[in-house]
């Protein structure tokens, strides 16, 4: 049983925009990464990289989804308040821009860009 002592902050409208965000971010990175595998897993693209489907828009749609999600995760806590009836702190983007951190600028995009580049930077629709 509930405490009814607590007050529950009820679900608003933030809360529903960060559930479509989560979504769209989930499916993205799902997708990407369905598509990789399928296309990698064809003999006939052995060697070559990734233009089709989601991956025609980005380079990175697996790495966009990843960031949409956590930070759809930190837009609901930051509108929801703590058992005291305060809002919540806004250290909870803490995690999510961490995480965009280290995808933008250290070990998640620049690896695969830098591999990439060494592998078709010699293409010119690369």
């Known amino acids: 049983m509930i405490?009814?002592?607590?007050?529950?902050?009820?679900?608003g409208p933030a809360d529903y925009v960060a559930l479509v965000l989560w979504l769209i971010g989930f499916l993205c990175e799902a997708k990407a990464d369905n598509e990789k595998f399928v296309f990698r897993s064809k003999p006939e693209n052995r060697g070559t990289y990734i233009r089709t489907g989601i991956w025609s828009t980005s380079r990175h749609p697996n790495y966009?989804?990843?960031?949409?999600?956590?930070?759809?995760i930190a837009l609901s806590i930051t509108f929801t308040k703590d058992v005291t009836g305060k809002p919540s702190p806004y250290y909870s983007w803490i995690s999510p821009a961490f995480t965009a951190f280290l995808l933008l600028f250290v070990s998640g995009i620049p690896l695969v860009d830098k591999a990439g580049d060494d592998k078709w930077g010699h293409l010119e629709e690369y």
């Open 64 to 72: 966009f989804g990843e960031i949409l999600m956590w930070a759809s």
């Open 3 to 11: 405490n009814d002592r607590l007050d529950v902050t009820p679900i």
